[in-house]
């Protein structure tokens, strides 16, 4: 269930809106990985974030980190819990930069 989720959430993610005042934004998103305290706890362990590393030995703190290099703007978080795992979905947006035509 949670994979469904995260399939639409990329996708969503992706999606370009255009505001009223003419301006463009991208919007992404980084789901973190499991971020559960253990089997029989309710509690989610906050320190995997930085703690947990994946196979290049990269953190979700680390694509969190390179989102705002890259001009990301973190604007809001959720947690979601699917009676399995535990994970913190990032929502971020940049202003879209437009290439002029000069032609």
Same mark, same amino acid.
């Given at each position: 269930?949670?994979? @469904?989720?995260?399939?639409?959430? %990329? ?6 809106? $255009?505001?009223?005042? +003419? /301006? $463009? *934004? /991208? %919007? +992404?998103?980084?789901?973190?990985? #499991? ?5 029989? &706890?309710?509690?989610?362990?906050? =320190?995997?974030? *930085? +703690? &947990?590393? %994946?196979?290049?030995? =990269? =953190?979700?703190? =680390?694509?969190?980190? #390179? !989102?705002? !290099?890259?001009?990301? /703007? ?9 009676? $399995?795992?535990? $994970? ?11 290439? &002029?035509? @000069?032609?």
């Amino acid at each position: 269930m949670l994979m @469904k989720y995260g399939i639409l959430l %990329y996708y969503l993610g992706r999606y370009i809106a $255009v505001s009223g005042s +003419n /301006e $463009v *934004w /991208e %919007y +992404n998103i980084i789901v973190t990985s #499991d971020l559960s305290a253990g089997s029989m &706890s309710r509690h989610i362990d906050v =320190t995997k974030i *930085w +703690n &947990s590393k %994946y196979k290049d030995g =990269t =953190t979700d703190f =680390t694509s969190i980190a #390179d !989102a705002g !290099a890259k001009g990301w /703007e973190m604007f809001s978080t959720v947690h979601i819990h699917d009676g $399995v795992k535990d $994970v913190i979905v990032c929502f971020f947006k940049r202003r879209k930069v437009q290439v &002029s035509d @000069k032609s």
